[in-house]
């Protein structure tokens, strides 16, 4: 992608996001030598940086990996994507483009909500992709403010202490899931994507508005406001786990 007329900060700060995602891909073991690595493109702008740093750091790498897009619509959910704009951002980074359409079938009748469903037969498609493609990794365009609103509401809505890792392996080691972007907030990845002229390809989904993670989101701000550095530190806190001194049982 071009640069959309970058100053020198501007091209200071898209260095030390690739940089993040370097140190996160490096850190966690997210891509080596014959990787295919399939990036699941919603079309919202997370997964569009996700996939145009993944894609233009092959450039800069001694190892060569794949790296292939694909995106998952389900027919009853409301909402578009600019497939014209999605392919030919593909296109520019010389990627693959996989566009699939599912429906929810019975499934609509089981009694779960629309996003329930819609998660979880989009998940299936994406394994489905994965096999069919023999893909290694499946790249998913969550950030670190992810992982911290993800941990604190399993904490308080499910009572147990989990999140969004990094890369974890499915299937017995079949392949991982890997999420390049952890290192870095939302900000940081709305501001890279302002300056390298990336735009979201989709429109929001209608059933998007998630009340309890909005509500973590707002919690989670007024824990920053309070305390600079509040988010950064929750997100360390993860891989600095004190057993001893948690009840446990």
Same mark, same amino acid.
């Given at each position: 992608?071009? @640069?959309?007329?970058? @100053?020198?900060?501007?091209?200071? +700060?898209?260095?030390?996001?690739?940089?993040?995602?370097?140190?996160? %891909?490096?850190?966690?073991?997210?891509?080596?030598? $014959?990787?295919?690595?399939?990036?699941?493109?919603?079309?919202?702008?997370?997964?569009?940086?996700?996939?145009?740093?993944?894609?233009?750091?092959?450039?800069?790498? =001694?190892?060569?990996?794949?790296?292939?897009? %694909?995106?998952?619509?389900?027919?009853?959910?409301?909402?578009?994507?600019?497939?014209?704009?999605?392919?030919? /951002?593909?296109?520019?980074?010389?990627?693959? +483009?996989?566009?699939?359409?599912?429906?929810?079938?019975?499934?609509?009748?089981?009694? &779960?909500? *629309?996003?329930?469903?819609?998660?979880?037969?989009?998940?299936? #498609?994406? /394994?489905?992709?994965? #096999?069919?493609?023999?893909?290694?990794?499946?790249?998913? $365009?969550?950030?670190?403010?992810?992982? %911290?609103?993800? !941990?604190?509401?399993?904490?308080? +809505?499910?009572?147990?202490?989990?999140?969004? =890792? *990094?890369?974890?392996?499915? /299937?017995?080691?079949? /392949? @991982?899931?890997?999420? *390049?972007? #952890?290192?870095?907030?939302?900000?940081?990845?709305?501001?890279?994507?302002?300056?390298?002229?990336?735009?979201?390809?989709?429109?929001?989904? =209608?059933?998007? @508005?998630?009340?309890?993670?909005?509500?973590?989101?707002?919690?989670? &701000?007024?824990?920053?406001?309070?305390? *600079?550095? #509040?988010?950064?530190?929750? +997100?360390?806190?993860? $891989?600095?786990?004190?057993?001893?001194? !948690? =009840?446990?049982?």
């Amino acid at each position: 992608m071009m @640069d959309n007329g970058m @100053d020198r900060e501007g091209r200071r +700060f898209a260095a030390v996001v690739l940089r993040k995602v370097g140190r996160a %891909v490096n850190t966690w073991g997210m891509a080596g030598e $014959g990787d295919t690595i399939a990036v699941a493109l919603s079309g919202g702008t997370d997964s569009m940086v996700l996939l145009e740093t993944l894609a233009s750091r092959r450039r800069r790498l =001694p190892i060569s990996y794949e790296v292939t897009a %694909v995106h998952v619509k389900v027919a009853e959910v409301g909402y578009g994507l600019d497939r014209e704009y999605a392919e030919e /951002f593909c296109r520019s980074l010389d990627v693959s +483009f996989h566009y699939r359409t599912i429906g929810m079938g019975a499934g609509a009748e089981e009694g &779960g909500t *629309p996003c329930f469903l819609c998660a979880r037969l989009r998940r299936k #498609a994406l /394994f489905d992709f994965m #096999a069919e493609r023999r893909c290694t990794r499946l790249a998913l $365009g969550h950030h670190r403010d992810d992982a %911290v609103e993800t !941990l604190l509401m399993n904490m308080v +809505f499910n009572g147990h202490i989990s999140t969004m =890792p *990094p890369r974890l392996s499915m /299937f017995g080691g079949e /392949f @991982d899931i890997i999420r *390049p972007l #952890a290192l870095l907030g939302k900000e940081e990845v709305e501001r890279y994507a302002a300056l390298r002229g990336i735009r979201a390809a989709a429109v929001k989904c =209608p059933f998007g @508005d998630d009340t309890r993670r909005n509500d973590i989101r707002r919690l989670v &701000g007024e824990m920053e406001k309070l305390y *600079p550095g #509040a988010r950064r530190n929750l +997100f360390r806190s993860m $891989g600095n786990i004190r057993k001893d001194y !948690l =009840p446990g049982g």
